[in-house]
């Protein structure tokens, strides 16, 4: 746990970059500083590992006033990772994951091994493959995930970011960020996350702490400061779409029909008109014997001469997984032939199907921005 307890700092010229914060990450909390530039939450970020000292105040990590804590044990027992990632330029990417477990006198072996470990768990497979290029032989997005393996270099309970995604394109960006997230399921560290983008806030934070002019303005879950912001600055700073942002906070496996209508590949065209007649249904979905996805077919490519559902089917060209947001997988619907999405695991077999009938009624059972979440509920269980 880090606790912040009425916090300040101020530089020599008189400049207070924190004012009197407090703040609690309880263990295993993902909580994402967010503010627009020279609010304070990297200064906030750095004072928790003393890399920027305070001048008023306490921090406690785990119970401890990190003052009483030699600063470099402290910092060994902390990952970090920036915007710009850091990596040394003249180590192996090796060398650089294993930046703090070889100062603290981890084996040659051992090293590798969680080198091995880590590189797999970011997405950089096979690790050989990785383990010994040098920075300058990675593209940007494969640095932030040595960036991000580094962080976790030696296991640590806490993790500090500072913007880590903030300097690569948005698509890469975009994976990152799910790959951290799946990471973070895994691992449940405790989590403190600097950025300024609203959007990647909602994405990947358990809780948002909104600071203003050094000032903590608001502490809550993602759904309590998008369905009540505390004041103007906060209403104004996530923006007029809140409704369509807490989309970001749904999944596609709380909309998806997890019983979708289906049809095996190799099944005649006569099977598959005669189940969408029985089911009352325009598509069905088209599997392999294994359960696998392989596309689409509807009423009017059943039309089409074949004696197989192989012969006339639609391949699918997207597909979601189960931990999808719900707004992305609108996206992706969109930019489909189909209009339909496919939810598949991670062996590519079938689990659910979202239409934009259930993305709709999903939209409709959504808070309106200008209702109060317990007054409607009140006034639903009244009616009922």
Same mark, same amino acid.
């Given at each position: 746990?880090?606790?912040? %307890?009425?916090?300040?700092?101020? #530089?020599?010229?008189?400049?207070?970059?924190?004012?009197?914060?407090?703040?609690?990450?309880?263990?295993?909390?993902? *909580?994402?500083?967010?503010? $627009?530039?020279? *609010?304070? =939450?990297?200064?906030?970020?750095?004072?928790?590992?003393?890399?920027?000292?305070?001048?008023?105040? =306490?921090? #406690?990590?785990?119970?401890?006033?990190? #003052?009483?804590?030699?600063?470099?044990?402290?910092?060994?027992?902390?990952?970090?990772?920036?915007?710009?990632?850091?990596?040394?330029?003249?180590?192996?990417?090796?060398?650089?994951?294993? @930046?703090?477990?070889?100062?603290?006198?981890?084996?040659?072996? &051992? *090293?590798?091994?969680?080198?091995?470990?880590?590189?797999?768990?970011? !997405?950089?497979? +096979? +690790? /050989?493959?990785?383990?010994?290029?040098?920075?300058?032989?990675?593209?940007?997005?494969? =640095?932030?995930?040595?960036?991000?393996?580094? *962080?976790?270099?030696?296991? +640590?309970?806490?993790?500090?970011?500072?913007? $880590?995604?903030?300097?690569?394109?948005?698509?890469?960006?975009? &994976?990152?960020?799910? %790959?951290?997230?799946?990471?973070?399921? %895994?691992? &449940?560290?405790?989590?403190?996350?600097?950025?300024?983008?609203?959007?990647?806030?909602?994405?990947? !934070?358990? @809780?948002?702490?909104?600071?203003?002019?050094?000032?903590?303005?608001?502490?809550? $879950?993602?759904?309590?400061?998008?369905?009540?912001?505390?004041?103007?600055?906060?209403?104004?700073?996530?923006?007029?779409?809140?409704?369509? =942002?807490?989309?970001?906070?749904?999944?596609?496996?709380?909309?998806?029909?997890?019983?979708? +209508?289906?049809?095996?590949?190799?099944?005649?065209?006569?099977?598959?008109?005669?189940?969408?007649? /029985?089911?009352?249904?325009?598509?069905?979905?088209?599997?392999?014997?294994?359960?696998?996805?392989? !596309?689409?077919?509807?009423?009017?490519?059943?039309?089409?001469?074949? /004696?197989?559902?192989?012969?006339?089917?639609?391949? #699918?060209?997207?597909?979601?997984?189960?931990? @999808?947001?719900?707004?992305?997988?609108?996206?992706?619907?969109?930019?489909?032939?189909?209009?339909?999405?496919?939810?598949?695991?991670?062996?590519?077999?079938?689990?659910?199907?979202?239409?934009? &009938?259930?993305?709709?009624?999903?939209?409709?059972?959504?808070?309106? /921005?200008?209702?109060? $979440?317990?007054?409607?509920?009140?006034?639903? %269980? @009244?009616?009922?």
């Amino acid at each position: 746990m880090i606790k912040l %307890e009425d916090v300040t700092k101020i #530089y020599p010229d008189g400049t207070k970059a924190v004012d009197d914060v407090t703040l609690e990450i309880e263990k295993g909390e993902f *909580c994402v500083l967010l503010g $627009p530039s020279g *609010c304070g =939450k990297t200064t906030s970020l750095k004072m928790i590992n003393r890399l920027i000292s305070l001048s008023q105040g =306490k921090i #406690y990590v785990d119970g401890r006033d990190v #003052y009483q804590m030699d600063v470099n044990q402290l910092r060994r027992s902390m990952g970090y990772a920036i915007q710009e990632i850091g990596l040394f330029p003249h180590m192996t990417v090796e060398q650089n994951v294993t @930046t703090v477990p070889r100062l603290l006198g981890w084996s040659k072996a &051992r *090293c590798r091994e969680r080198t091995a470990e880590l590189l797999d768990l970011v !997405g950089l497979s +096979p +690790p /050989e493959t990785f383990m010994r290029r040098f920075p300058n032989e990675l593209s940007g997005g494969q =640095k932030q995930r040595v960036g991000v393996a580094r *962080c976790l270099g030696a296991d +640590p309970p806490i993790l500090l970011m500072d913007e $880590p995604f903030g300097a690569i394109d948005p698509i890469t960006r975009e &994976r990152l960020q799910d %790959e951290f997230l799946r990471i973070q399921d %895994e691992i &449940r560290k405790t989590i403190a996350f600097v950025t300024h983008d609203i959007h990647e806030a909602v994405k990947m !934070g358990d @809780t948002i702490a909104l600071m203003r002019d050094g000032i903590l303005v608001q502490h809550a $879950p993602p759904a309590e400061m998008l369905a009540h912001p505390k004041d103007s600055f906060v209403e104004d700073f996530v923006g007029s779409d809140r409704a369509l =942002k807490a989309l970001q906070l749904m999944r596609v496996r709380d909309v998806m029909d997890e019983t979708p +209508p289906k049809v095996r590949i190799d099944e005649s065209l006569e099977t598959a008109r005669g189940r969408m007649q /029985e089911l009352g249904v325009n598509f069905l979905a088209v599997v392999n014997e294994d359960e696998r996805f392989e !596309g689409w077919v509807n009423r009017r490519v059943l039309r089409r001469s074949g /004696e197989q559902v192989k012969d006339v089917m639609m391949r #699918y060209t997207v597909t979601g997984r189960r931990d @999808t947001p719900v707004n992305e997988a609108l996206s992706l619907m969109l930019g489909s032939a189909i209009g339909n999405l496919g939810v598949v695991d991670r062996r590519d077999k079938l689990i659910g199907v979202v239409t934009f &009938r259930s993305l709709s009624e999903a939209i409709q059972a959504s808070y309106s /921005e200008d209702e109060d $979440p317990d007054e409607a509920h009140a006034e639903r %269980e @009244t009616a009922a």
